[in-house]
């Protein structure tokens, strides 16, 4: 599993506290090699550098030497799950729409855990309106961090395919060997439409995907360690892991 942490692009690593014990959590409990990457923040590094160095990873990991070095020996990188959450889950789609164009040598990309991604659009949604003031995400923040993040030479709107992903400008993902595709939704996030957008836009594009749905949670709950539902998604992915490797 390569996985992306949260943060708005612009905070956190893979070596604080929430993230390491949420990666360990994989690790035990999938069972997973979990390659956790520490990608290089906005506004210093702006896009594509997260990108980038999502997809420079898998190329790195895609070499045999890079792997004896640096990897357990019974890694098996023809069955290779992205994963992220918030900003996180962002990086790991466009990673892996970008990887799927890319021709590795061994690596295989099988499969997408989207952990509540962090996406945007220049029309307002009903959750973004009728949630406004929850815990974590508003309008407000959103729309500075579009501004941290996007390029400053680079004119833009909402409707970015960056940022709506599943907008009117999106990358048509039909024609491509995307993975199965699993979308975590939560009842209190301003961006619980976009995310179940997403993941009608996946169904819609004739890809495997699956929506897994905690209505009483907020952003990011699955950090909070002392949430039974945090356990609870641990299980979940394990299941979409499981039901993916049995297709084999």
Same mark, same amino acid.
């Given at each position: 599993?390569? +996985?992306?942490?949260?943060?708005? /692009?612009?905070?956190?690593?893979?070596?604080?506290?929430?993230? $390491?014990?949420?990666?360990?959590?994989?690790?035990?409990?999938?069972?997973?090699?979990?390659?956790?990457?520490?990608? @290089?923040?906005?506004?210093?590094?702006?896009?594509?550098?997260?990108?980038?160095?999502?997809? =420079?990873?898998?190329? +790195? %990991?895609?070499?045999?030497?890079?792997?004896?070095?640096?990897?357990?020996?019974?890694?098996?990188?023809?069955?290779?799950?992205?994963?992220?959450?918030?900003?996180?889950?962002?990086?790991?789609?466009? &990673? !892996?729409?970008?990887?799927?164009?890319?021709?590795?040598?061994?690596?295989?990309?099988?499969?997408?855990?989207?952990?509540?991604?962090?996406?945007?659009?220049?029309?307002? !949604?009903?959750?973004?309106? @009728?949630?406004?003031?929850?815990?974590?995400?508003?309008?407000? %923040?959103? $729309?500075?961090?579009?501004?941290? /993040?996007?390029?400053?030479?680079?004119?833009?709107?909402?409707?970015?395919?960056?940022?709506?992903?599943?907008?009117?400008?999106?990358?048509?993902?039909?024609?491509?060997?995307?993975?199965?595709?699993?979308?975590? &939704? &939560?009842?209190?996030?301003?961006?619980? =439409? @976009?995310?179940?957008?997403?993941?009608?836009?996946?169904?819609?594009?004739?890809?495997?995907?699956? %929506?897994?749905? /905690?209505?009483?949670?907020?952003? !990011?709950?699955?950090?909070?360690?002392?949430?039974?539902?945090?356990?609870? %998604?641990?299980?979940?992915?394990?299941? +979409?892991?499981?039901?993916?490797?049995?297709?084999?």
């Amino acid at each position: 599993m390569v +996985f992306f942490h949260g943060g708005a /692009y612009i905070l956190l690593a893979p070596d604080v506290k929430i993230y $390491d014990d949420v990666c360990r959590k994989f690790a035990r409990e999938l069972p997973a090699i979990v390659v956790s990457v520490d990608y @290089r923040l906005a506004p210093e590094h702006r896009h594509p550098a997260q990108h980038d160095d999502g997809l =420079d990873v898998l190329k +790195f %990991l895609d070499v045999e030497e890079n792997r004896s070095k640096w990897l357990p020996e019974n890694v098996n990188i023809s069955r290779c799950f992205i994963a992220g959450d918030s900003a996180g889950g962002h990086i790991a789609h466009h &990673v !892996t729409q970008r990887a799927c164009q890319f021709n590795f040598q061994q690596l295989q990309i099988i499969g997408l855990v989207a952990i509540q991604p962090f996406f945007g659009g220049e029309e307002r !949604t009903d959750s973004e309106i @009728r949630l406004e003031g929850t815990p974590i995400v508003s309008m407000k %923040l959103t $729309d500075w961090i579009w501004n941290a /993040y996007m390029p400053l030479d680079e004119p833009y709107n909402r409707d970015h395919p960056i940022i709506n992903v599943s907008g009117p400008n999106g990358v048509d993902i039909s024609k491509m060997d995307f993975p199965a595709t699993m979308v975590v &939704v &939560v009842g209190f996030d301003e961006l619980r =439409d @976009r995310h179940i957008k997403y993941y009608q836009w996946l169904k819609k594009s004739g890809k495997e995907a699956y %929506l897994v749905d /905690y209505p009483n949670m907020f952003h !990011t709950f699955y950090t909070f360690p002392e949430l039974p539902e945090s356990d609870q %998604l641990i299980s979940e992915v394990k299941g +979409f892991v499981h039901k993916v490797l049995d297709k084999l």
